[in-house]
């Protein structure tokens, strides 16, 4: 497997442990329509979550500097998408864990409602 897919799965399983102490039910890891990929589906409270984990060796000066106004579209109408599929009534909100570091040993910047959704 190539190196940068470990270590997104490897983020992917720091966040989804992450999200669990925070008392969030995990409900899908990529989760897939199409070729939109949503990394985490998480149930927090009333919220239905999705969040996207970027996993890098050094700080981002931004959030921007890895999620583009493409990739927040993405996410958006995948989302949709899950919302119709699965006929949830939960309010919809849009996190993003980053995480810096590297073999196992990582800084975690969670921000809840880092782009906000027109989802009802």
């Known amino acids: 497997m190539a190196e940068h897919i470990e270590k997104g799965k490897e983020g992917e399983d720091v966040a989804v ?60 109408n995948a989302a949709a998408s899950y919302m119709r599929r699965f006929r949830t009534n939960l309010e919809s909100r849009f996190d993003v864990l980053i995480l810096t570091g590297r073999d196992g040993n990582y800084d975690v910047n969670y921000m809840q409602n880092a782009y906000r959704s027109y989802l009802r």
Not at 17 to 27: D, F, P, Q, T, V
Not at 46 to 53: G, T
Not at 57 to 73: G, L, N, R
């Open 17 to 76: 442990a992450y999200l669990e102490k925070k008392g969030m039910s995990i409900l899908h890891r990529n989760w897939r329509v199409g070729h939109k990929e949503i990394d985490i589906i998480a149930q927090d409270g009333e919220f239905i979550v999705f969040v996207e984990v970027k996993t890098r060796m050094t700080e981002p000066i931004h959030a921007v500097d890895v999620i583009t106004h493409d990739k927040i579209k993405n996410i958006v």
